[in-house]
């Protein structure tokens, strides 16, 4: 410790005596850094930064030498052009502290790719970068093209989305409903997975880019008849077990990473910056996607790369004659995950639709693997909203319970079959006792035929004066599987009407004829063999019964409005 300034000490002594004590310490350590620093009077007052560690030993100013003091005596400028670099290297040592302390907060990260940086520990600056945060606007259409605005959080996935989106909607959610990124320009579409970002999708969109809410019923078609989609032909490993491979295997083989499959076959490949197709042998793997130069050969020297699958997705391509010149309407195409251009797009075609939904089903299964099975697992195991919370019952509606009024005293009706039972025939009674009151003269505004001619159109299955080629659209839309339909005005016979079903990837039509009988009117598509008061009793027939069917009417074919 210093000795107490009084009113007889040499102020100016003493500073001087204190900077040349400083300075022969500097000069005895200049390899470690300063630990005190000296800084000139202020105000008359001695100031002195003692550095936190430790403190420098200071000799007393008795015995200090007049020499010593005479030599230490020099002008101001040049004590603190000598103090001045040991001050900064105290500030950069103090900074350094600061970030230790800063960056020492944060948890260890093993680095994953040791060899590449030298170091198993990441630093803060080779993190990856956040997520997006905070909240966007989405504009979502429907295939009418009225548009809907949505607010959104950033990490909203595609399925939280079409919930929310069923919710506001009042539709059915059946699981079937799709977020489907459409570029109207390049003519391409496809539907977003569900673990999918909305955000960062929406990101890599061009300005013409939308996103469109439609019914998909084929998105997981796969998993459901995994045999119906890869033909022995197109698989290599199936070749080599002569095709006998159960459809767990198949499943295990195509979502297991370890595993490598192969999808093989001939495809049309359009040239880069031409107007010329190609018949080319491709390989689809884990990898990418090759074509051969030299025929069917699978040799690496005889492989060609053609497009990557990690930073690409498969796209339909809808305009593909009209606007690529393309040799079949069985075009698709695989489109970079940035903004791109035509001529950046690698165009692919088939010669049939089971082979383009093999294709593009196999580079999905290649590039999410075990997430596309976790996707299509989730909606049977949970029910729930992440983003929001699903409407509840009213008091009331939870009261309510099926009454059966037959006998002399009401009973309730506890089991859950008889109360369906007795629902279905309440309403074939309805129907009876609405006809029969139309029949005696009832005051009701309709008459029966009228009545059983427009009470179809109030159904989601039912579209109108739509062409018949609007009807094949919409059917290749929604998926194209087994079971889906829909029924139509004729163009044909103005008092007929149309049901057009897809069975094997083919669209069928059927017409539906009126057909008289007792003075009442009924339809049927058999020739008047099953027939029935209205189109509602017919669509309800034929999804319990094949008949004269190829198979049953299972899927809707239906359009909402946003």
């Known amino acids: 410790s210093y000795p107490e300034a009084k009113d007889d000490v040499d102020l100016e002594a003493l500073v001087n005596d204190m900077n040349s004590s400083f300075e022969s310490l500097y000069s005895t350590c200049s390899s470690v850094q300063s630990e005190s620093v000296p800084l000139l009077q202020h105000n008359g007052q001695v100031h002195v930064h003692r550095d936190h560690h430790r403190s420098a030993p200071m000799p007393p100013h008795s015995h200090t030498s007049n020499s010593e003091l005479q030599h230490s005596t020099t002008s101001p400028k040049q004590r603190r052009r000598r103090s001045q670099p040991m001050h900064i290297l105290a500030v950069r040592r103090l ?70 989106l069923v919710y506001k909607s009042h539709c059915v959610d059946d699981n079937s409903w799709a977020l489907v ?25 061009t300005s013409e880019g939308r996103f469109l809410f439609r019914k998909n019923y084929a998105k997981y078609e796969f998993f459901r008849n995994p045999l119906n989609f890869f033909p022995e032909h197109m698989v290599a490993w199936c070749q080599e077990t002569n095709g006998a491979i159960p459809p767990s295997q198949l499943l295990q083989n195509f979502l297991n990473s370890s595993s490598c499959p192969e999808i093989q076959g001939f495809l049309y490949v359009k040239e880069m910056g031409r107007k010329s197709w190609k018949k080319l042998y491709v390989f689809l793997r884990r990898s990418g996607l090759y074509f051969s130069t030299k025929g069917t050969s699978k040799e690496p020297r005889h492989l060609q790369l053609l497009a990557d699958l990690e930073d690409s997705n498969v796209f339909t391509v809808t305009t593909g004659k009209k606007l690529h010149s393309a040799p079949t309407d069985y075009e698709f195409c695989i489109k970079p995950n940035k903004r791109t251009e035509l001529k950046e797009l690698r165009m692919l075609c088939t010669e049939d639709e089971q082979s383009r939904t093999s294709w593009m089903t196999a580079f999905r299964l ?3 693997g075990i997430v596309l099975y976790q996707n299509y697992k989730i909606p049977q195991q949970r029910k729930t909203l992440s983003h929001f919370s699903t409407p509840v019952r009213s008091v009331s509606e939870n009261s309510l319970v099926a009454m059966d009024f037959s006998g002399r005293i009401g009973r309730v009706i506890d089991n859950p079959l008889e109360a369906q039972s007795a629902a279905m025939e309440e309403g074939n009674a309805w129907r009876k006792r ?119 009417l299972k899927h809707p074919c239906t359009l909402v409005a946003l």
């Open 434 to 552: 609405s006809q029969r009151m139309n029949i005696l003269g009832s005051p009701s505004p309709l008459h029966p035929c009228l009545l059983n001619s427009v009470i179809h159109r109030t159904q989601l299955w039912f579209h109108g004066r739509i062409t018949r080629e609007e009807s094949h659209r919409m059917i290749h839309q929604q998926g194209q599987v087994d079971g889906l339909f829909l029924l139509r005005d004729s163009q044909s016979n103005p008092k007929a009407f149309v049901l057009t079903l897809c069975h094997h990837q083919k669209i069928k039509h059927f017409q539906i004829l009126p057909c008289e009988e007792d003075g009442q009117i009924f339809f049927s598509l058999d020739d008047g063999s099953t027939k029935f008061t209205d189109l509602i009793q017919l669509v309800e027939f034929y999804q319990l019964n094949r008949g004269v069917l190829p198979c049953k």
């Open 95 to 164: 900074q350094e502290e600061e970030q230790q302390l800063r960056t020492s907060s944060l948890p260890a990260i093993p680095n994953p790719f040791p060899e590449l940086s030298g170091s198993p520990v990441l630093s803060p600056g080779s993190l990856p970068p956040c997520q997006p945060s905070g909240t966007y606007i989405i504009n979502i259409f429907s295939e009418d093209g009225m548009g809907k605005v949505v607010e959104i959080p950033a990490d909203m996935t595609a399925r939280d989305l079409c919930q929310l």
């Open 366 to 368: 290649f590039k999410y």
């Open 181 to 205: 990124e459409h570029h109207p320009l390049l003519g391409l579409e496809r539907c977003l997975e569900d673990h999918e970002l909305v955000v960062q999708v929406q990101a890599s969109m």
